[in-house]
Structure formats: C-alpha cells, structure tokens
C-alpha cells in the first residue's frame, strides 16, 4: 500500500511538471537562411545578428539553413517541432514555395526585402518590412509627374522577368498624363525621338551598362532607377550615371550611432538590407513573445506601431508602411532628394 | 550508537570525495577540450596573422608556397583607392567604394566576413604594406583541419567545418545568445574561442553524455562504496538516531546562530521567533543597502549620459546656428537620442509652431488631452511655447531621472528660444524697418542671382528706379511723421503693383529700386505710370521721378544698369 501511495505520488507529480513544462514553454522564432548562397546573405545576417543581441531572452531563437532545393523540407521539419513564428531574407519565389505549408500548419512568415504583391497574397500568412511593388509604382509615377515630363520610356532588362514586367506596366497605368514607351535593354536603340525621362527597371549592372548608352545616345534626358538599381556600384561608375535618382526604401538620417557602431566595430558595411532584416526579427519578437496566432496576425500588425532601427511604422495589410525614398547619386553619397508615402509627400 | 555515526561518517566522506572527483574530473575534461580547441585557434590565428605579414610585406607571387593555405587571388591598389594589379578578386571586393579599401585607411588592415567561392570557403585578407605607399590584399582559401566537430564562425555568425567538407552553417543565436566561453545548449558542450581578428571564433561542440560515461566510468569504486555503506546504514536500528533527535534540533540551533541565519524550530516558541524577526530585519536591511548602491551606480551611468548628450545636442544646435541643418531635423535627432537615453523612456514628443515630432509610444493625439501616464511638460521660448510629452515608466524611473530629462528638455527650450532671436535679427537684416520692403543689400544679392538665371534662359529684366523730389522739402514742410506716412504709401503702391517673383527694396532714403521678372522696358514703363499716378493721390502734393533701364539692352551687370538708372533720374530732376 505504502509503495503505491508513492508510485502514484511520483506519476502525479511527473505529469504536472510534463504539462506546465509543455505550456510554459518559451515561444520559438526561426531564423531562415540559405546555405547555398551565403556570399549573397551577408547583409540579412549582420540585421539578424544586431537584433538578437537587442533582444531580451523571453523568446527562443533558433537557425534554420536551408538550401534552395530541399526549403519546403526544413520548414515541414521546423513545423514539426513547434516553431510558428519564422523571419528571413528570401526571394519572392522561395516564399511562393513555402505558402501553402503556413497555411497549413498556422505559422507566420516575416520577411525583409519580398515585394511582390501577388506572391504576399497568396502565401496568407506572409507579412514584408518593404513596401510592395505596386507602391513602388505609385512612388514613381508620382515622381514623374510631379517633374513634369512629358515623354517617358521604361527600360527592362530581363534578369526577373515577374518583377520587370510588374513594375514597368503599373508605372504605365499610374502614369495619367503620358503614356510612356515600355522597351527591352536590347532594343534601346529602337527609340527615335530624345524621351525627357528613361526609368531604369534591371540590377544595377545593367543600370551602369545602359546609362552609358542613354547619355551618349540621348543628351539631356533624366534617369530614375528602380530599387533593384540601388547599389554602391553606382558610386563606382559615378561618370557613367552621374544626376540618376534611384529608389529606396530606408533613410539612414534618423539612425541611432549605437546601431551604426556595432556595424562598423566588425569590418562590416551598413546596407538597408542590414535594417529591414533587423526590423524584421524584432517584429517577429513581438508576435512571438505575446502569442500571436496566425489568425490574428493580420490585425495585430495592422494595429500596432513597431520600433524600428531608424523609426516607427506600423502594417497596412501585408507590408510595412515605409517610404519609398528618392536619392540622386553624387560622386560620393546617396543624397535623400524626396519621398513617396509616410507622414508628409513633399520633401 | 558508534557504529552508526561511523557509518555515517564513512558515507558522507565517501560521497563528498566521490563528488569532489566528478568536480576535478569534469574539470579536467573540459581543460582538456578547452586546450585542444586554443590549440587549433591559435594555429587558425597564426595563419591569419602569417599571410596579413605577407601581404604588408607584400610578397605576393601566384606561384609561392602560404604556410598551409592557398590563396585564390590578389590585388594592388594605390593609397587613393585605384586598383594597380588584380588576379581573381572579383570587382565588388576592390576599388574606392569597397569595405577592404574603407577599413584598411581606418584600421591599417582589413579581414572579410566568410565568403563562398565556388564552394571552398574563403577569406580576404587586406593591409598597408610596410613601405606604407600601397594596400595590397588577398583571397586565402581556408585550411581543412581534418576536425569534425568544429567550425570556425565569422563575425555575422556564419560557420563552416573545419573537417575540410565545405559544410556551412549559421550560428548567430549561439553567437548572440551565450554569456561564456564555455557553454551547454541541449545535450551539448560548446567550446567557443575567439580570434582576436577580424571577429572571427572558433567552436567546438562535445557530447555531454559521452564526457559523463568516461567520469563515471573513472569513478565507478567510489559509487560501489556508497551504495554499500547505504544497504549497511538501511539495514541498522533506527531507535538510536530518534534517541539524540533533540540534542541534535539543539545543534543545529546553535549553528544557525553562529551563521544568524533564520531556525525553522521543530516546536515553534516566543524565543525562536523573535530571533527570526531579528535575522528578518538584517536581511532587509542588507537588501535595502544593495539596491541603494545599484540605484547610485545607475545615476551615475545616467549623468555620464546626460553630458555626452549635451555636448552632442550642442553640435547638433550649433550646425543649425551655421546653416547647415535646419531646425526640425536637429530637433528629431534631439529626441531620438533622447529617447535612446534610458529604457524607462518608452516614448517622446515635441510640439512647436508648426514642427509635431514623435516617436516610441507618444501620439499626436497625446498633445490634445492629457493623459495621466504620461509626463506633459510646456515651456515658454522667446516668443513662442513648447508643449513636450514624455512615456516615462514612473514606478520603475528614479526621481533623479526625472530631473535629467527635464534638465534635457529645457537644454532644448533654451536653443530653440536662441534660434528664435537669431532668425528675428537675420530678418531684420533683410527687411527695411519702416517699409518692410528688402535692404540695399539683399535686393543687389538677390538681383544678381536673376540677371544671372535672365542671361542663360534668355529673358528680359527690367528695373525701375523711383526718387521722391525734394524729400527734405517735403520733411521741413509737413513734418517727419509726414514723412515716413509718405515712404510707407509708395512702398505699399510698389508691393500691390508687383509680382510674388518681383523684387523690390528702399534703395536710398528717398529711393526705391524694383526688378520686374521676365518684362520688357514697355511694360514696365506702364506700371510705373500707373504706380506715379495712385502715389500722386497722396493727402500733400508730391512729386515723382523715376527711370527704367532693362537687361540687355541698356547693359548686362547690374552696377551699369545702376549707373543708368541714377544718370536717368539725375538728367529728370534737372529737366
């Protein structure tokens, strides 16, 4: 009898440390990042990196590495452990793969840098720090019209032919006074008359390759870069794209030195890749740590003001409002000239 | 009776030297990893360090033999960032704008972040050679070690094994999350040593069940030992040790008063618990003083704080005072440092004439009504108000933070009333006192400026000169109050009758200058016509003279048309 009394003493005590153990446990974020191309990863891991030192320990952190192939594997394995809240830097088409797992298994994605619209509305529980293609569109035209040019051609090269093709006709259509001429990089010497504005849709390579075509072919005619043209490769080529405006989506000024520090303190560089990945982890925090279902979400974020490396910004439904930020290239810096969006339009 | 204490006495030394084995065992074990994981950093180190000498020294040729690495390629560039020779580096590592050449001026030498060069890891090395004329820089392949339980980690948290597969992984939770160098996550012992070079760490990573086997399996006599002396003891009376039970509740009395630490008595009477209170208040009194010397320590980390920022702010304010940075952007910047000033502060505003700035947990909505959890402060400037809003966490912010904030606050208030004086006086320097219309000065600035923008758009610019006849006349006869109600109507006659884009100023006492934009000399002869014509309206006879002299015509630089101009209403008054 005297034995029992314990046995079930010890059972009863097991399955109330089991339990509390189960339901007290810290909420668990991943961080996802490629293995098969770290070179490219460097920025996303310097922002991951500077947040989870800032952040206190009531979430768990973990990695998780993937490679381009095996991604929806490591994520079911992810899934199946627990993990609901994950953070990364991927492309549209890695998180295209990965929507039909979140709705499945109710898990929350936030990225830094996914700005395609389509592919945010189909992976439901996919949120970006950026602002979305078809913002970016907007912010554009705007600018357009606001210089007033009459003539405009959009140049797209074909290295991301969603993203090139999406942007240059929203452009088109948000464009209301001019109707402007959309051509390929190879066909640019197709244009005959000088247009008074070219807006460059390609990576920055081909930015630098075509400017030089434009300035010698067509004098006088302005430059505006999508955010894929924003590279420090443009302060090397400065001859080549010297007056170009090149759209961004972080300014710097506001910046706290401590955050700044801790990047140069490595040998390493600060890109506005480095803060929207580190906004993006501290998001993920915040719906990790207060229990956020993938349900609510949607209404949490878009209820909510985060503070971020260089301000405040709250959600509207999938992205973060932030600025689309206009620089004009100058032989040594990206100097802020105006911004579409936030508080105020007019810079 | 003996042989019970002497049983006990034999287990409690036989457990306390079987755990003090398993301490110095473990110890040991750990000592021993920890040598073997300082022997491969340090080896890693020595290697890093060997190629940075060859590359200040720059020795560099394809074809020589690098300790045991190999490097992949190199680069020569000149102190200004130009690339002299390049083998293999791919452009973005190199030139002006690269992080080698930035950190390389900054630090004399540069060591790149793991870099994956067709699957081999990599690592660019760069430095000032010792003749201090160039900077040269190499990409090293990374040495297998032939260790499988290692990687060496990056200053981003990313690793690749040191067992010479290229296995990446990232590492930058336990990176960002572990307090020591030797630390357990899971069933795991992690080893991490750091390189003292470019940020790089080295980890190493044990099984903790097979280091407990090899204890256990050193200390298996001492274990045998205890769980005899165990059966021994179980199997003895247990009458004898109920017997000195009390002596023993005495005993340990004794002890705790030697310790003054609380006895939980198994009979509580008066005695034992007003000892306790006594040991209670000690310890509260010990607690008190601790938080008492944690909260100065945090004052004082507070002030050095407070005069970082005000020496911060007052370079801040001081590019304002210069024209380099205008007001409200300063004052964003204020309280963003301000904001990062203590974690207390979970949010802060500022309203000012039309400037709103807010950031953290402050709203717009918070300078309308007033909110109890929030700190509202108004302050009077020269010749305006203030309004500050400030989310301060009152249970958990000392009273002497308080004052620093507002000591900042007020920091603020008094630059932006010096900023107020300084615009009045700069606007009284540009603005005649009596017409309000611009100074000599600033009209011949800012005329400059138009005739310039006139000659390379091509356009007209006419000037007109009006001159009060015999304004000392006029004075003597109808007084001075007269006078200035005179000069004040024409001025008023001139800013009715001219554009937002036209410029117009007292040029002398009794003479006024206006540039009409974009106007040939016709039309400005019409609107000095019409302007003599409502001046003559005037209450006391006055008279009129004016000429006109236009871009480009009658010259182009301002002080010819000036001469023509004076020439001309000169040869007026004459006539």
Known sequence: MKWLIVLATFVVVGTTVVLFHTLNKEPIVGILLPIDRVNSSLGSRIGFLIALKDLPNDVEFVNIDYTSTNLKKVLERATKKGIRYFVGDNYSSDVSKMGDLLIKTHSILIESMVTNPAVLDKAKYAYTLSPTDDIQAKAIASYLEKKGYKSIAIVKDTSNPEYVNYLSEEIAMDLKNVKPEIVSISKINDIKATPAAFVLIMSAENAVKISKIIKSKFFGSALIGSDRTFNVLLLKNFQAVSGMIVTGFVDTTYLSSKFSEKVTKSDLSLTPRVILCYDALKVAYRLAKNHISAGNSQSYLNTHTFMGAVGNFTFNGKHAITPVYFYKITPFNFNLVWRFGGKSDDF | ?575
């Open chain 2, 1 to 575: 009776m003996i042989f019970k204490k002497f049983t006990l006495t034999v287990l409690a030394v036989t457990i306390a030297l079987s755990l003090v084995g398993m301490y110095f065992q473990y110890k040991y074990q750990v000592e021993i990893l920890e040598r073997k994981t300082a022997l491969v950093s340090n080896s890693i180190l020595e290697e890093l360090k060997n190629d940075l000498s060859i590359i200040s020294n720059f020795e560099i040729r394809p074809y020589s033999h690098l300790a045991s690495t190999e490097f992949k390629g190199f680069v020569l560039m000149d102190l200004k960032g130009k690339v002299l020779h390049s083998l293999d580096i791919p452009l973005k590592m190199i030139g002006k704008y690269s992080n080698m050449y930035k950190y390389v001026v900054l630090n004399g030498m540069y060591v790149s972040p793991l870099n994956d060069s067709d699957g081999s890891p990599t690592i660019f090395l760069a430095s000032n050679t010792s003749d201090g004329k160039y900077i040269a820089g190499m990409e090293i392949f990374l040495a297998a070690k032939h260790i499988s339980n290692a990687f060496i980690i990056d200053s981003t948290g990313l690793g690749v094994s040191l067992s010479g597969k290229a296995q990446w992984k990232n590492m930058m939770t336990l990176l960002a999350k572990r307090k020591n160098e030797v630390f357990v996550r899971g069933s795991t012992l992690f080893i991490l040593k750091k390189l003292d070079l470019g940020g790089y760490s080295v980890l190493f990573d044990f099984s903790i069940p097979s280091i407990l086997i090899s204890i256990f399996h050193n200390d298996y006599i001492f274990w045998i030992l205890i769980l005899l002396i165990v059966m021994i003891y179980y199997i003895h009376d247990k009458a004898t040790f109920s017997r000195i039970k009390p002596l023993m509740d005495f005993v340990n009395f004794m002890k705790s008063i030697d310790n003054f630490k609380r006895y939980e008595p198994p009979k509580s009477n008066e005695a034992f618990f007003k000892y306790n209170s006594l040991v209670d208040k000690s310890e509260k009194m010990s607690r008190d003083y601790s938080n008492l010397i944690e909260e100065m320590s945090e004052i004082n980390s507070e002030l050095t704080q407070v005069n970082h920022l005000l020496i911060e702010f007052s370079m801040l304010f001081n590019e304002v005072k210069t024209n380099r940075k205008d007001l409200e952007s300063a004052l964003k910047i204020a309280l963003r440092r301000m904001l990062d000033f203590s974690r207390t502060i979970n949010g802060i505003g500022m309203r000012y004439k039309d400037i709103s700035i807010h950031f953290g947990t402050v709203n717009d909505f918070n300078f309308d009504r007033e909110n109890p959890a929030k700190l509202s402060m108004e302050l009077k400037t020269d010749s305006s108000t203030v309004k500050y809003v400030i989310s301060i966490d009152r249970f958990a912010t000392a009273e002497k933070t308080h004052d620093m904030v507002k000591t900042l606050l007020y920091y603020i208030t008094s630059f932006i009333s010096m900023y107020e004086m300084l615009e009045q006086n700069r606007s009284s320097m540009r603005y005649d006192p009596l017409t309000n219309l611009l100074t000599r000065h600033e009209f011949e600035e800012n005329a400059n400026h138009e005739l310039v923008r006139a000659k390379r758009e091509n356009q007209f610019l006419s000037f007109i000169m009006l001159n009060v006849k015999d304004m000392t006349g006029f004075n003597e006869k109808y007084g001075h109050l007269n006078g200035d109600v005179l000069l004040k109507q024409i001025a008023k006659e001139i800013t009715m009758n001219s554009r937002f884009t036209d410029l117009s100023c007292r040029y002398a006492e009794d003479k006024f200058m206006l540039c009409l934009i974009e106007m040939k000399k016709e039309d400005a002869l019409g609107k000095v016509k019409k302007m003599i014509s409502h001046i003559s309206t005037f209450k006391h006879r006055v008279e009129m003279k004016y000429a006109i002299a236009s871009f480009p015509s009658d010259g182009e630089k301002l002080d010819d048309l000036l001469i023509q101009l004076e020439k001309g209403v000169k040869e007026q008054k004459k006539d």
